[in-house]
């Protein structure tokens, strides 16, 4: 084992003056070596070692020159600043594993002029650096701040000694001064450099000012940091021993402290709700947790909110179902006109529910357009059950959280919104309508359909899991009512789950009779109006019904018949006649002029234009098809914003006329030379689906023939390339828009007859539905023989039908089957080819 040696230097063996001009340089890492200051300095290189060595053999003078970049290994000449200090090696300790500990005391400054040897280590031809110094009071009050900030440092410093204050305080020369202090502070070692590299005392006293206010702010900065956490431990553990007295002071006179006191609540709470066993368990488990932590705990807060819901959820309290059939019946009759399938839905579910006491509540969904009663129809069902109703809108939903809930590992973390409606609600049975759940979507952070598929499936909602809650909670006793404006958008998952009871737009008498039964005395309670003041005729609503509002629903009634009622109410306010009856003539005074004409008559005058229906999320509606030729060579144009389906629809109408062009007269290079144009107008509007294709045949066949469209006729249906006419849907919802455009004959396909029975049963009587197959028969029935617009008459009901046809009686819908193929296309063949 090596033993470490100590070699000592007197100092003031070698005076200041004796500097040589050529020394050995010692490159240093990361230190500054100032003069008139004493360094320690670990040496460890094999030529710095043989560097000292030589050294103390000699003069003991060596320069002291900082590397520049700290990451190289062997300094070289480049390597190193100019600038650096000629020092005196005071003491050397060799230490076991050869390297050396060196004391050294900066002389003066020095400046490497060049270089001389670098081989075994670098020697250079130096010069010294003298200081530029004027003493002016500048240059003492530069060096009396300098000497305040630094003792105001030491104050907050542990690593620098309060001797060093005396120190500081007895240095008289600013240059000394600014090297004491330089070399005592933890500073960059690129601004240590500087200020050994400045002559200018003044401005090495002023560089050194800055960088010592800012160190200073520093230090003051970290020093409060550390005083406020002292403090608040300090605080912490107050209150923690005054908590422990008060409790020993508490315990000695028998009372309980506010923590027991709660703990003790809850816990009888728990004893009162007997609630299923598995959540009593987990409560009781929440609740020792929560009696052995402190208010201040981060966990506090999250047990109590969590007991407080366990607590409030209904977990056995719901409410006594009504089981009186007639009385439910004289509810639904009260409050919503018609929906018969609706009501007897309901009734049905009362009856089994009647015999059969642990049955499980139906999962319904009304699906139709926005303003026929749906989410209305919900409070009836409840008021008539006698259940609590509540309800949630999906509409725009895109987080699976928002149905389960969210981990009560998040911050503000709370139970989805089925369970925070029940709790709502607070009854375990309640009537549960959730609104559009058609317009759900879904994104990263989950599918919400997905969520609802076992919240709306009977086989598992019995033990529906919140993520909050993570306990089961029973849903199977909830009556869910679903709505929609449209069943294509549902997963077929969800829709498969739901019994689906579409409810149709309304007629004009239906409308009628509802204005009169509801929206009237609506809207005369709404406006400060009493049933006295004002009186509506039947013609004067269904003027408001014709020619104000168009729409499968209700609310644009409504709204109009308000506006009717707020007229009239500052009528009378301004001191007018105390009673109005609200005739025709009122309601355009009233309404202003008409909004909605009939436009079938004037769209369908000239050649080339078909009425067809349509089937929208806000119900049935009227489309124009409209086509014209122009010279050319037989290119077909479709415009009006059409889907691929629609496209597609209107290629095979063309193929089918063209094929048939001498069966229906037309000429035989009509195709050749005319490009044709087929526009479906409302064009910002997109539009598809195939139920447009006979519509668009008769309108290409219309053009190339050169006869009219019956104007009181529409038709809807699928037509394929070999003229076959296929089934459509939504048939109730077209009929009712063809009636509400003032069209009274409708060519539908023959397999759609079934569904006319939905259609009511005055429209069967007022309108002509004629039942085709068969492309041929839809163009018999819609085309007029002559070139002159106009209608096509109905067939009479009490005359005898041709045969073929059904006679148009009172009980009966007024349907009427169309020539069979075969004799259409004897006729045309007969009087069509050249």
């Not at 000592?8 to 003069?35: A, C, M, W």
């Not at 309404?591 to 229906?613: C, D, I, N, Q, Y």
């Amino acid at each position: 084992m090596m033993e470490s040696s100590v070699s000592e230097i007197q100092p003031g063996s070698q005076p200041v003056e004796d500097i040589p001009d050529t020394i050995p340089i010692l490159p240093l890492r990361e230190t500054v070596v100032f003069p008139e200051t004493v360094t320690p300095l670990a040496v460890g290189q094999e030529r710095s070692v043989k560097l000292i060595d030589d050294v103390l053999h000699k003069d003991k003078l060596i320069g002291m020159a900082t590397i520049r970049n700290p990451d190289v290994e062997l300094a070289g000449p480049d390597d190193v600043y100019e600038v650096g200090t000629a020092s005196l090696i005071h003491k050397m300790l060799k230490v076991p594993d050869g390297s050396l500990r060196i004391l050294v005391q900066g002389l003066k400054r020095i400046r490497i002029v060049e270089y001389t040897q670098t081989e075994p280590y670098l020697v250079a031809r130096i010069e010294v650096l003298e200081d530029e110094l004027d003493v002016t009071k500048e240059v003492e009050a530069l060096s009396h701040n300098l000497q305040n900030v630094f003792t105001r440092i030491i104050g907050l410093v542990p690593y620098l000694p309060e001797e060093l204050q005396m120190a500081v305080s007895n240095v008289d020369d600013p240059s000394a001064l600014c090297y004491l202090i330089a070399s005592a502070i933890k500073i960059k070692t690129e601004e240590k450099q500087e200020l050994l590299e400045e002559v200018d005392v003044e401005k090495r006293l002023r560089d050194l000012t800055v960088i010592l206010n800012r160190e200073l702010e520093v230090f003051e900065l970290g020093s409060k940091i550390q005083s406020e956490v002292q403090n608040e431990m300090d605080k912490t553990q107050r209150e923690y021993f005054l908590r422990q007295q008060l409790k020993a002071i508490q315990e000695e006179l028998g009372e309980t402290d506010e923590i027991t006191a709660e703990v003790n609540e809850l816990r009888s709470q728990l004893d009162e709700l007997q609630l299923p066993e598995e959540v009593d368990k987990q409560a009781r488990r929440e609740l020792d947790r929560l009696a052995k932590l402190q208010p201040a705990a981060a966990e506090y807060s999250v047990i109590r909110t969590y007991l407080d819901w366990l607590i409030t959820i209904p977990w056995n309290r719901g409410t006594e179902d009504i089981l009186d059939i007639v009385r439910a019946q004289k509810i639904l009759d009260e409050d919503h006109y018609d929906l018969e399938k609706v009501k007897e839905r309901i009734l049905e579910y009362l009856s089994v529910a009647k015999l059969k006491k642990d049955m499980i509540g139906p999962i319904l969904c009304f699906a139709g357009p926005p303003g026929v009663g749906k989410t209305s129809l919900g409070h009836s069902i409840a008021r008539a059950l006698g259940r609590k109703f509540i309800r949630i809108s999906v509409g725009g939903v895109r987080d699976e959280a928002e149905i389960r809930g969210h981990r009560r590992t998040y911050i503000g973390a709370m139970p989805g919104t089925i369970i925070r409606a029940v709790r709502d609600a607070d009854s375990n049975n309640p009537v549960f309508m959730i609104d559009e759940v058609d317009k759900m979507g879904a994104d990263f952070r989950g599918d919400p359909s997905s969520a609802l598929l076992e919240v709306l499936d009977p086989e598992q909602n019995f033990s529906f899991r919140d993520h909050y809650l993570d306990l089961p909670y029973d849903l199977s006793k909830v009556l869910f009512i679903a709505t929609a404006n449209m069943l294509d958008p549902i997963p077929p998952a969800l829709r498969d789950r739901m019994e689906v009871i579409e409810l149709s737009g309304y007629t004009e008498e239906e409308k009628l009779h509802i204005a009169k039964r509801y929206l009237i005395p609506k809207g005369i309670e709404a406006n400060g109006l009493e049933a006295k003041n004002i009186t509506f005729t039947d013609k004067a609503v269904l003027r408001i019904i014709q020619d104000y509002t168009r729409e499968a629903g209700l609310r644009n009634l409504e709204r109009e018949i308000s506006s009717v009622c707020r007229k009239a109410a500052r009528k009378i306010a301004e001191g007018g006649p105390a009673r109005i009856k609200v005739g025709e003539k009122l309601v355009e005074e009233y309404l202003g002029k008409k909004k909605f004409f009939s436009e079938a008559k004037r769209m369908t005058s000239e050649p080339g234009v078909a009425t067809g229906l349509a089937w929208t999320m806000n119900g049935g509606d009227i489309i124009f098809i409209e086509s014209t030729g122009m010279y050319g060579n037989g290119r077909l144009t479709l415009t009006g914003q059409l889907g691929d389906v629609m496209k597609e629809s209107a290629q095979a109408a063309l193929s089918w006329v063209r094929t048939h062009a001498g069966e229906l007269g037309i000429e035989d290079d009509f195709f050749q030379k005319n490009d044709l144009h087929l526009h479906v107008p409302a064009g910002a509007v997109p539009k598809d689906g195939p139920s447009a294709g006979i519509t668009m045949t008769t309108s290409l066949a219309s053009l190339a023939t050169g006869k009219p469209v019956s104007s009181n006729t529409a038709m809807t249906g699928e037509v394929t390339l070999s003229g076959k006419v296929l089934p459509i849907g939504g048939l109730k919802e077209k009929v009712l828009a063809a009636r509400r455009a003032g069209l009274d004959t409708v060519i539908l396909p023959r397999e759609n007859e079934k569904d006319l029975d939905d259609v009511p049963e005055h429209l069967r009587e007022e309108m002509d539905f004629v039942l085709v197959d068969d492309v041929r028969q839809v163009l018999d029935a819609a085309l007029l023989d002559g070139k002159a617009a106009g209608k096509r008459p109905r067939k009479a009901a009490a005359k005898k039908a041709p045969a073929g046809k059904k006679a148009t009686g009172k009980k009966k819908p007024a349907r009427r089957t169309a020539p069979s193929n075969k004799a259409s296309s004897a006729k045309k063949a007969a009087g069509g080819k050249k």
